[in-house]
């Protein structure tokens, strides 16, 4: 992480900007989203953790699926924009609804929780190994993690390093970004404890021409049994784990 830098005021300024240019954006809508709703089958009454919730859509879309939801973020300014959101749409919006922490010291007790829900999270810590081990711990034993996280072993990847070089003046949108690819995101769920039970990805897209947008192929999307075979080489990674009832 570079010196210096706060990251929890960077992200409320980040969450902010973000909504400030389009108040009405479905935060839920995500691709990546779409993985977890794929998977995560019936949540009616079960203790689901949302770790980096942001600006709480799908906090809000699982309340209303049944769940016993709690949403964590490390910036206050999405919480309270989540809040807000609540308050308008007439859910609950209690003080346990949404919750500030830290994904490296979540602030909850052991074994709180059925599954814990992480998209997008663990590239913007520190200390990735240490996030997912919280999440282990606040999990109870045979209660799972559904967790989503950039992949760079691909073409997306390649145009990475081609910007290294070609623009080294460029800056990542987000205050703090790490690049990985899959194994080593593999290796921060087993490490913590985690066992792996099924793996999936989503966008997968390439960077034909520089300087213009990737180009995507939605066919690869809706297939689910080539979209799983070619998952080590998608955009988001997806892991589904389980923890061990004995642990």
Known sequence: MPEGIDLRSEYDVWHQRVFDSDPDHADDSSPWYQLVRERLGDVTGLRVLEVACGRGGFVCDLRRRGASVTGCDFSGAALRVGKERMRRTGADHSAQALVQGDAQGLPFADKSFDIVISCETIEHVPDPWRAVSEMHRVTRGGGRLYLT???YLNFMGLYELYSLFAH???K???PYDRRQWFPQIRQYVQRAG???LRTDGTVHQFPFI??????GFPVLESNRTLRR???PFAYHYFVIAEKRSAA
């Open 149 to 151: 996280t950039p992949n």
């Open 172 to 174: 990542d949108d987000q």
């Open 229 to 231: 075979m070619l998952s």
């Open 210 to 215: 520089p300087g213009r947008n990737p180009v």
């Open 168 to 170: 080294p003046e460029r």
């Open 194 to 196: 985690w066992k792996i």
